[in-house]
Structure formats: structure tokens, C-alpha cells
């Protein structure tokens, strides 16, 4: 799943990315509401973390602004602001839950996991299936025809978005965005290496294989007969 992490204080942004980069999620930052804004309109995110005190308006506005522009999401503020006016502006501005600084990471990871698992029940389901492979997106565990598969974080990621786009072949570009983040580097040959180490577990052990190479295009999970 892809987040977006909107927070000016640079110290705060990089552990925010790192720690959720750990358990698996793909971050961007975005320093400002505009570049936010931005970069809502152009990646597809699962949930948005937006700190109200930004340098050029306000969080409140931005996520007014994200709404409009067609974010439907949920969207998890972060504010120093702790009075009940503040908590309601900002969820009658479209903020789905409030988050007052100074926070842990545990309480902040907790309430994500519940935004998205709210977003899972309501617009689809926390359990996806193809073929004989299940995987269960809220206790992160895969199983093949019943047996369990222990994936690394970044390899349950990559599992997670070949099933969620099944037989639609999926270039690297399109990879990178949603499994890692907008710094990627698209001439690393990382993707391969995760593809080939996934598919020692996901495909290797069994005799059908669902995870294949597009010539030129990319990678898709697809049953072949």
C-alpha cells in the first residue's frame, strides 16, 4: 500500500517515511500543501498522513483542496492544535481521524492499520485471492493451496500489487511507483531481484506458476492453462 506523508520538519518527515517504509508501506514526502496537492492529483495513495502546520496553508485547506480535487481516501491529521474547534475543523475539512502531537509511532502505526482496515471493509476486501494464493492484508500472511509463505515486507508489497491488478501485465515504472516511492531508481535492477526472490517462494514449490515475464513490458500474475 502507498502512503503519503505530508510534513515540513524534515527530521520528522524521514522518520515517518522510515518507520513506515519498515513495516512494509510505500512513502512519498511532501514538504508543503502545493506539493502535496500535486502529488495527490498525480499518484494513486492509499491514505494520506497530513500535518496541518505546513509552510505555505495550512493542512486544513490542503485536505479541502484533496477532497475536491477527487482524493477519496482516508486522511490521518497530525497537529499540535488539541482544542475541540481545531479537531473539528479539521475533520469537517475532510480528515477521516486527528492525531495530536507529540505522538508514538505505535499509536500512529495502530491508527493507519484501523483507517485502512475501515477503507478495506467498506470499498473492498482485506482478503485477496487468485488462483490458489491468498493473502490477508491486515495480518500480512500469504498461503498457497493452504500453506503458509513467510515474505519480507517489501516482498509481501510486490505480492500485494501483482493481485491486486491479476492478469494485467504491469511494467516497472508502474512497479516502482506503487512498491516503492517517487525517488526510485529505474535503471536498479532491484524489481528483478524481488521478482526472482518472490517467485522462489510463491512459484517454485509448486507446479503451477503464476507469476510471469512480459517481453518488454514487465511482470503479471496470470494462470496459465
Known amino acids: 500500500m502507498r502512503i503519503l506523508a505530508v510534513e515540513d520538519q524534515v527530521k520528522m518527515a524521514a522518520f515517518l517515511r522510515q518507520g513506515l517504509m519498515e513495516v512494509g508501506y510505500a ?17 494513486d495513495y492509499d491514505l494520506i498522513i497530513l500535518d496541518v502546520m505546513l509552510p505555505d496553508q495550512n493542512g486544513i485547506d490542503t485536505a479541502r483542496h484533496i477532497r475536491r480535487d477527487g482524493f477519496t481516501g482516508p486522511i490521518l491529521m497530525l497537529t499540535a492544535l488539541a482544542t475541540t474547534k481545531d479537531k473539528v475543523n479539521g475533520l469537517d475539512a475532510g480528515a477521516d481521524d486527528y492525531l495530536t502531537k507529540p505522538y ?113 513490458v514487465g511482470y503479471v500474475l496470470k494462470e496459465t492453462v
Open 104 to 216: 508514538s509511532f505505535d499509536e500512529l502505526l495502530a491508527r493507519v492499520r484501523a483507517l485502512l482496515r475501515r477503507k478495506s471493509s467498506t470499498g473492498g476486501n482485506s482478503i485477496l485471492n487468485y488462483a490458489d494464493l491468498e493473502l490477508d492484508l491486515i495480518h500480512r500472511k500469504v498461503k498457497r493451496s493452504g500453506t503458509d509463505i513467510s515474505l519480507t515486507t517489501k516482498e509481501f508489497s510486490l505480492l500485494e500489487y501483482l493481485m491486486r491488478n491479476p492478469e494485467r501485465p504491469l511494467g516497472r515504472v508502474s512497479i516502482a511507483e506503487h512498491v516503492w516511492d517517487v525517488h526510485f531508481d529505474s535503471d536498479s535492477n532491484v524489481i528483478d531481484v524481488y521478482i526472482n526472490l518472490l517467485r522462489k517462494k510463491v512459484d517454485t514449490p509448486f507446479s503451477k506458476k503464476l507469476i510471469h515475464t512480459v517481453v518488454g
Open 27 to 43: 512513502v512519498d514526502v511532501a514538504e508543503s500543501g502545493l506539493s502535496a496537492e500535486a502529488l495527490a492529483a498525480e499518484n
